[in-house]
């Protein structure tokens, strides 16, 4: 193993979304694979990477706040490396540099194949240290041959496809993560079985459009039914898939096989077809509804969750009333509700200056909402009290003698047990809900059996 003598220690803190989850574990993989050690809090390493967000602006300053408070540690060991990596490094750049004259790298998604010789690349002497950018796209890059470096357990994250193609023009990945680019199928398949070695038995297929997957000739419904079949998979689950792409061979693919989780992400961003179409969602209200309506005629049991925005520029009072209307409509199991935020560099940034929502009319909008979809989830949360479903035990539980798990619907149980159970998938019934949440009781019998 290669040894670098000034800094063998890394520590990766990661913001966002799943797919940089999965970007960090790659970072500390490839980094692993140099020899340098992983470490688990920033006070005992040589070098920190701040693996970030651009979505929203407050992702965005949450993560200046840490940097500013990673600076701190630098007084104590000036030798100390901090890189800013992801999606807000690529968006800034130098300006990142600039700003933050502590930082010493920032390096975009699509650049991580060049971490290790980035960061040899920077002097040992912090006088002598010049900051570098690593911001170039790789249209070819997907990471192939570089394993992540996973936590233990039977859950794995497996990016599929990275970068994206769509333009919503409320958003910045497309600027950040440059275009789509898909792994090939042998090598996803290859994958899982190496995780299915390791213990895995849960997988999510990640993707910024992830069933717009296509390569060498291989869709996603063919792909999904291959890793679904893949021996020892037992829960496949994946995110986040575009409306546009449910089709009725991925309907098919999820209720024929017995791995497919009962379980849909489905972003419909709004109920209201002028801004649907204003964000360059490609489709509408109506077309949603009948995709959801295909889902849930397969898969009766399914459960749904989504994203919404509210107050993107020129949403009128009564557009928004139309998002209600959606949510009451299809009456989702979860929903992830955003105000709308201006992110430079995107088509939305050039609307009429006066289309722009003041805060307190978006943050009114977004309370409502949240009260909606928060009652919704209770009432269905509450006609599912009583049933046995199938928990995979992901943690501890907040209180001490609790346990944490998922049901294949995704949604979160906690109850009565040791840490021993970690990683077993058990018999639980569903005894009480706070609304979000379920309490429940192990249930003997055998998990293969489990029924409603
Ligand atoms: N402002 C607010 N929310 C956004 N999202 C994406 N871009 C923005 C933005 N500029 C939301 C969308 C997306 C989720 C991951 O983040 O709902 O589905």
């Not at 920190?48 to 701190?72: D, K, M, W, Y």
């Not at 929903?335 to 560099?345: H, I, P, Q, V």
Request: hydrophobic fraction near 35%; include cysteine.
């Amino acid at each position: 193993m290669l040894q670098n003598a000034s800094a063998k220690r890394v520590y990766v803190e990661t913001y966002g979304c799943q797919m940089n989850v999965s970007d960090g574990e790659l970072m500390e993989g490839i980094l692993a694979a140099r020899g340098y050690t992983i470490v688990e809090n920033p006070e005992e390493a040589d070098v920190v990477l701040v693996n970030t967000c651009a979505i929203r602006e407050h992702a965005e300053r949450r993560v200046l706040g840490r940097v500013s408070q990673l600076n701190g540690l630098k007084r104590e060991n000036p030798d100390l490396v901090i890189g800013v990596t992801g999606c807000m490094a690529q968006r800034m750049g130098d300006d990142l540099l600039e700003k933050a004259p502590f930082v010493d790298l920032v390096m975009g998604p699509d650049s991580y194949r060049s971490l290790p010789q980035a960061i040899r690349g920077l002097d040992d002497k912090p006088q002598e240290r010049k900051q570098l950018a690593v911001l170039a796209f790789h249209s070819e890059e997907n990471y192939k041959g570089l394993e992540q470096r996973r936590s233990e357990g039977p859950s794995a994250w497996l990016p599929i496809q990275r970068g994206c193609n769509h333009r919503c023009t409320f958003c910045i990945v497309p600027y950040v993560r440059g275009p789509e680019k898909n792994r090939g199928p042998r090598d996803i398949v290859e994958e899982v079985r190496g995780l299915v070695k390791d213990g895995v038995s849960e997988l999510t297929l990640l993707g910024q459009t992830v069933n717009s997957y296509s390569s060498e000739g291989i869709d996603f419904p063919d792909l999904l039914r291959e890793v679904a079949r893949v021996h020892g998979i037992r829960r496949v689950r994946f995110t986040s898939p575009h409306p546009i792409d449910v089709t009725p061979r991925l309907v098919e693919v999820m209720a024929a096989e017995d791995a497919v989780c009962e379980q849909l992400h489905l972003p419909a961003q709004s109920g209201n077809n002028r801004t649907l179409r204003r964000m360059l969602r490609r489709y509408t209200v109506e077309q949603l509804l009948e995709k959801i309506e295909m889902v849930r005629d397969a898969i009766p049991d399914i459960a749904l969750s989504t994203d919404i925005i509210v107050a993107f520029p020129g949403e009128t009072e009564d557009e928004f009333q139309d998002t209600l209307e959606l949510m009451h409509t299809v009456r989702f199991d979860d929903a992830f509700t955003y105000k709308y935020s201006l992110r430079e560099g995107t088509p939305a940034t050039r609307l009429p200056e006066e289309d722009f929502i003041p805060p307190d009319e978006a943050q009114a909008r977004l309370e409502q909402l949240i009260d909606v979809s928060r009652r919704i989830q209770a009432e269905i949360n509450q006609d599912e009290v009583g049933r046995i479903e199938e928990v995979l035990i992901e943690k501890c539980g907040r209180h001490k003698g609790q346990v944490l798990g998922r049901t294949r619907r995704n949604k979160v149980v906690v109850f009565d047990g040791d840490p021993t159970l970690i990683g077993e998938y058990r018999r639980i019934q569903l005894e009480r809900t706070t609304g979000a949440t379920f309490i429940g009781a192990e249930r003997l019998g055998s998990v293969g059996a489990v029924g409603v």
